[in-house]
């Protein structure tokens, strides 16, 4: 007999095409639906009926697809998910895309194959910048503190330029002029914590080193490596700044390896409001975010939409607060 992955490799398509074709789902191609369509009847399959009208109908399942569950941002706020789906009788599927846009996508056709109730989703950049193009959403969706173009979808952020602002405010009013910076390449955060950054340089009438402000994998080895590229440049920056809590890590073990004193030949600062930034000495300085509160209201958003599929798209900014410790200088 036929299999359903038979069809597939026959068609040259994935099993939940073949699924969504069969189900007469839309945000399939006409000509993908045609060929699967030929080769359905050419191979004479005939799908479970029985399973299929189980599947029909939608789980307690609620899937959130994370872009690095080694993020402890991420850990806080599927905490938090699991949490507030448990005391409504709901269970969580955790994903974790690694920032690959490939492997994110086909996380979002796997859920959309098991028919889940819906989806809380942290957007890689390039998913973000054409989600239209590349994410069809016949299925509830609240995006987790990214964005995306042209998507009009729940979702809960927080305000990155600001923040960003305010950490490097915080730097140059400790003295600090000459500050290496370094910001995710994969996701809208890095990209918007880039702008907050820029804007206080310029609004304090600092010079920009191209040099010094860069743009890199938000990964704790790359962050490592980067200092250590900083360290180097002939005018060593007086502060190293990061945008993520990954990042910060390996930038800090930069610094103790190179020698230097926090704060007085270097500051420290970074987003993210990790454990061993208030346990090292000195303690880091650091915009913490509210990480349960985002995924306790993007589950709520997510239960409501299910809820109440017409109303209205709400976007909730959350507030983060800037720490103040010992890394940073005399404030």
């Given at each position: 007999m036929t299999t359903i992955k038979e069809v597939a490799k026959a068609a040259g398509v994935s099993t939940a095409t073949v699924s969504r074709v069969l189900a007469d789902k839309p945000y399939v191609r006409p000509e993908i639906r045609q060929r699967v369509l030929q080769v359905v009847d050419d191979l004479d399959y005939?799908?479970?009926?029985?399973?299929?009208?189980?599947?029909?109908?939608?789980?307690?399942?609620?899937?959130?697809?994370?872009?690095?569950?080694?993020?402890?941002?991420f850990t806080a706020v599927t905490r938090a998910v699991e949490d507030v789906a448990s005391a409504h009788d709901m269970s969580v599927f955790v994903c974790n895309s690694d920032e690959n846009q490939a492997k994110e996508l086909r996380y979002l056709e796997h859920m959309r194959a098991e028919n889940v109730a819906g989806i809380l989703f942290s957007p890689t950049r390039l998913t973000s910048e054409a989600f239209t193009e590349v994410v069809r959403t016949d299925l509830p969706i609240v995006l987790i503190d990214r964005q995306a173009v042209g998507a009009d979808l729940d979702s809960v952020l927080i305000d990155n330029v600001r923040a960003a602002y305010e950490l490097a405010e915080h730097l140059i009013q400790d003295g600090h002029q000459r500050i290496g910076a370094m910001f995710g390449s994969t996701s809208t955060t890095g990209r918007e914590r880039r702008q907050g950054f820029l804007q206080a340089l310029q609004g304090y009438g600092l010079e920009v080193d191209p040099e010094?402000?860069?743009?890199?994998?938000?990964?704790?080895?790359?962050?490592?490596?980067?200092?250590?590229?900083?360290?180097?440049?002939?005018?060593?920056?007086?502060?190293?700044?990061?945008?993520?809590?990954?990042?910060?890590?390996?930038?800090?073990?930069?610094?103790?390896?190179?020698?230097?004193?926090?704060?007085?030949?270097?500051?420290?600062?970074?987003?993210?409001?990790?454990?061993?930034?208030?346990?090292?000495?000195?303690?880091?300085?650091?915009?913490?975010?509210?990480?349960?509160?985002?995924?306790?209201?993007?589950?709520?958003?997510?239960?409501?939409?299910?809820?109440?599929?017409?109303?209205?798209?709400?976007?909730?900014?959350?507030?983060?607060?800037?720490?103040?410790?010992?890394?940073?200088?005399?404030?």
């Open positions: 005939s799908p479970n009926r029985v399973a299929r009208s189980l599947r029909s109908q939608k789980t307690n399942i609620i899937s959130l697809i994370v872009s690095d569950i080694q993020n402890p941002f010094l402000v860069v743009t890199i994998e938000a990964r704790e080895d790359i962050g490592y490596q980067t200092t250590q590229k900083l360290l180097s440049h002939p005018e060593r920056p007086q502060a190293i700044y990061c945008s993520n809590g990954l990042v910060a890590r390996g930038a800090f073990r930069a610094l103790r390896e190179s020698g230097l004193r926090i704060p007085e030949e270097v500051g420290f600062a970074s987003f993210d409001d990790t454990a061993w930034g208030a346990l090292v000495e000195p303690p880091v300085t650091v915009i913490r975010q509210p990480t349960y509160e985002i995924g306790k209201t993007a589950t709520e958003l997510l239960l409501e939409r299910l809820r109440e599929p017409e109303r209205a798209t709400r976007r909730v900014v959350l507030k983060p607060t800037l720490v103040v410790r010992g890394s940073c200088g005399r404030h």
